[in-house]
């Protein structure tokens, strides 16, 4: 076939449109904004508590429910599993109802016995967990009664009301034959939120209060203090979002998880960045932090330096919160709850760990020791590694999202056009798979 330049050219301008995103902009954007004013309010009134901050939690969930069912109307999507036109009786769901609630109590009824023995959920060795343990005894009771109505009317609207729920309580009850598969992925379900949200409200409070408590005279006029009190900011954002997503795991917001990633190299990898299994923590065996300090320490007496470095951190953690922040209610590890093509996901698929890890080797500048050149040999190997394993991380993640026709065309639309899949795939000397479309064509 002859080549021709005017068809050529048409190719290199013809539109190809982003996929569209599960989630909107504007989610986040409320999210954001209810966040905003309930910071300004604690900061007025000097609210720094815990219970303070679980405000802060609701002030940023309440807006996205808000925007999500009245302008988005995700309530009315088909990934919901719900026809809201169908009217049920009561009666001829009832078992199923039962079934599922037995399923469901036994699963909450194994998550604390976990709970309960296991010590670090009790002491503060891996931060605040007794106080997430206690939000959780407070909440139980509520949770329990209130599962019954909701169980019970939201199965007279879903479409196939038979989920793993159910199959649970079938098989504990031994009332039919179930598929395994379904009672495991309600398990990995469960093993998630379990998991992360005892951790998001562990750090919860902490973060939100050092926040609050930052004395403006201090921050304002010390460009380290200011970045610092900035980045800690974006984080009480990122928590903030992140324990949103957690909690509010509901079909009526399309907010459920539609599977939680089935494979054991995932959990090994997502599981070791976080405590008690953390590698990278204090004396773990990926700690590069012994002979190492930090950009503070080696700009010292450099004071444009200082002010640059810590808008470029501020800014990589502005990254990282805003990639939570895109999620609005869907946030977690380990899970499919819709694709994200929007925001910092239509630059990277994986913008939080990019800037996370572009973050420490910035802030630590692990060549740099305060030892010896084996320190900042083995300070630089061991930060390689960290880095190796969020790659780990996100291979991970596209492997279990790669059944999705959705991802499939969101990955190749990144590959076309995402800047850095694009700036990457040119340091890799390859072409840009959006340039060698434009060539055959």
Request: with cysteine.
């Amino acid at each position: 076939m002859l080549h021709d330049p005017a068809l050529a050219r048409a190719a290199a301008t013809a539109p190809d449109p982003r996929p569209v995103s599960a989630v909107s902009t504007g989610v986040g954007l409320a999210g954001l904004a209810g966040l905003l004013i309930w910071v300004a309010i604690a900061r007025y009134f000097h609210f720094d508590g815990s219970h303070a901050a679980l405000v802060n939690v609701a002030a940023c969930g309440v807006p996205m429910v808000v925007w999500s069912v009245v302008v988005d109307k995700v309530h009315r999507r088909a990934s919901t599993g719900i026809d809201w036109a169908q009217q049920t009786p009561w009666r001829d769901t009832i078992d199923i109802s039962l079934t599922k609630l037995a399923g469901l109590w036994a699963t909450w009824a194994g998550i604390a016995l976990i709970y309960g023995t296991f010590r670090f959920y009790w002491t503060n060795q891996w931060g605040g967990y007794p106080f997430a343990m206690w939000v959780f005894g407070g909440v139980a009771p509520i949770l329990f009664v209130a599962s019954i109505p909701y169980v019970i009317w939201l199965d007279r609207k879903l479409v196939d009301p038979r989920d793993g729920a159910w199959a649970l309580g079938t098989w504990l009850m031994g009332t039919g034959k179930v598929d395994p598969e379904a009672i495991y992925a309600h398990l990995r379900s469960w093993g998630v939120k379990a998991f992360f949200l005892a951790f998001m409200l562990a750090i919860v409070p902490p973060g939100f209060g050092e926040f609050i408590r930052a004395d403006w005279g201090v921050v304002l006029n010390n460009p380290v203090a200011l970045a610092n009190w900035l980045i800690t900011f974006m984080f009480v954002i990122d928590v903030g979002f992140a324990t949103v997503g957690y909690v509010l795991t509901m079909r009526p917001l399309d907010a459920h998880i539609r599977s939680a990633n089935p494979y054991a190299q995932a959990w090994m990898a997502a599981l070791i960045c976080y405590p008690p299994f953390t590698l990278m923590g204090n004396g773990g065996p990926l700690d590069y932090h012994p002979g190492t300090s930090d950009w503070i320490h080696w700009f010292a007496g450099h004071p444009v330096l200082l002010a640059i470095t810590g808008a470029v951190l501020v800014g990589l953690t502005a990254i990282y919160a805003w990639s939570t922040m895109a999620f609005g209610l869907r946030f977690s590890n380990l899970t499919h709850r819709g694709i994200l093509t929007h925001g910092p996901y239509a630059w990277s698929r994986h913008p939080a760990y990019l800037s996370k890890n572009l973050f420490w080797w910035i802030a630590t500048i692990p060549v740099l020791s305060t030892g010896s050149l084996a320190d900042a040999a083995r300070a630089t190997i061991l930060m390689a590694l960290v880095s190796g394993v969020y790659y780990w991380r996100a291979l991970t993640e596209e492997k279990h999202l790669g059944a999705d026709p959705d991802y499939q065309a969101y990955s190749a639309w990144m590959d076309r056009n995402g800047p850095v899949p694009r700036f990457f795939a040119w340091v890799a000397g390859r072409t840009p798979a959006g340039d060698q479309n434009r060539i055959s064509s």
